[in-house]
């Protein structure tokens, strides 16, 4: 087997894989041969790179993908660096393989087996599978939390989700035992509030709000008659409103349209109850208590389990 000849069957990282070749198209004496006499370098278990072709860390991470198995990807601050965050290519090599991986040991590398199987469709990044940039945010979280406020930063800049959707992204995420949960929502309480829009900010806390204190299940942006309200609890016909100071406290005509549209809304049969912007970014606990007390006088049982088997977004019920 010479070496123009293993160009033919090298993906484009110039990479084969023993399996896809052996036998069907050399023989096994074949392939010692060209790993002998140097044609062929082994970077994994099972996988080759064409001598002569670029050795970069895409390569690398490539290699360990395809050692991992057909649904193994990139995953962690390993998919982030695929994803462009500006991070030092790190090692370990993380894979994220919900299947057992093809070879116990791999170099440089560590296979995780996912906890929660939400959101597992690879994407093409850079010609190698990887993790969605959500679930990529949440295992680096996870696997490497001192890098995990780059990737947020990064993904926020670059429009991949807000912190708004960040939130509705963790209820589906949310598993007993699931790594990473806990260092995101402190990471998302955290961050800085002048960093992104006001109303999407404040909307984003009393999504924090409410899944922290297990609130009912909610409609998010729900359309109520000609109104669309920020939080509904459709089946007790209660509404939340968040009212940042910029647009509601600001002029007199704002303040007059928040009590017409209030009016409407309780001619239909609902209370509205409305939040400051203050009251739900510093004060949750008392908001939260309000809120439990408001459900309680109602009946509305208080404490709902959070779980990606029971949760909808986008004009769904989140649980």
């Given at each position: 087997?010479?070496h ?13 894989a023993?399996?896809?070749?052996v036998p069907?198209?050399v ?9 002998h ?11 080759g790179?064409v001598?002569?072709?670029?050795q970069s860390?895409e ?5 360990a ?6 649904d ?5 601050a ?8 500006s991070?030092?290519?790190i090692?370990?090599?993380h ?6 991986p ?5 170099v ?7 906890i929660?199987?939400y ?8 010609g190698?599978?990887s993790?969605s940039?959500?679930?990529t945010l949440l295992?680096?979280?996870?696997w ?8 947020l ?6 429009d991949?989700?807000?912190i708004q959707?960040a939130w509705?992204?963790l209820?589906l995420?949310?598993?007993q035992g699931?790594?990473?949960i806990?260092?995101l ?5 955290k ?12 909307e984003a806390?009393?999504l ?6 297990k609130?009912?299940?909610?409609e ?14 459709r ?20 303040f007059e ?8 809304l309780q001619?239909l049969g609902?209370?509205v ?5 203050r009251?739900?970014a ?7 208590s ?22 909808q ?6 649980r």
């Amino acid at each position: 087997m010479y070496h123009n000849t293993l160009h033919q069957f090298a993906d484009q990282f110039g990479l084969i894989a023993h399996g896809e070749v052996v036998p069907a198209h050399v023989s096994r004496s074949s392939w010692s041969r060209a790993v002998h006499r140097g044609y062929l370098s082994i970077l994994q278990p099972g996988i080759g790179a064409v001598t002569h072709t670029q050795q970069s860390p895409e390569q690398r991470i490539a290699a360990a993908v395809r050692a991992s198995g057909k649904d193994a990807m990139a995953g962690g601050a390993t998919a982030a660096w695929l994803h462009g965050v500006s991070l030092p290519f790190i090692e370990p090599i993380h894979i994220l393989s919900p299947t057992r991986p093809l070879h116990r040991k791999l170099v440089g590398a560590v296979v995780h087996r996912p906890i929660d199987t939400y959101d597992l469709s690879p994407i093409d990044t850079q010609g190698i599978p990887s993790t969605s940039p959500f679930r990529t945010l949440l295992d680096t979280c996870a696997w490497n939390p001192a890098l995990a406020h780059r990737v947020l930063e990064h993904f926020l800049v670059a429009d991949q989700f807000t912190i708004q959707s960040a939130w509705r992204q963790l209820f589906l995420h949310a598993k007993q035992g699931r790594p990473g949960i806990t260092q995101l929502k402190n990471l998302l309480n955290k961050w800085d509030l002048d960093t992104a829009q006001p109303e999407s900010v404040l909307e984003a806390k009393m999504l924090s709000l409410c899944f922290m204190n297990k609130l009912p299940p909610f409609e998010f942006q729900a359309q109520v008659g000609n109104y669309r309200v920020d939080f509904l609890w459709r089946q007790y016909r209660a509404i939340v409103e968040c009212d940042g100071f910029t647009y509601h406290g600001s002029t007199r005509d704002a303040f007059e349209n928040d009590r017409l549209r209030d009016a409407e809304l309780q001619s239909l049969g609902y209370t509205v109850w409305r939040f400051s912007f203050r009251q739900i970014a510093f004060e949750p606990k008392l908001v939260a208590s309000h809120l439990e007390r408001g459900f309680s006088a109602q009946n509305i049982a208080k404490n709902v389990t959070y779980g990606a088997e029971n949760t909808q977004v986008g004009g769904g019920i989140c649980r």
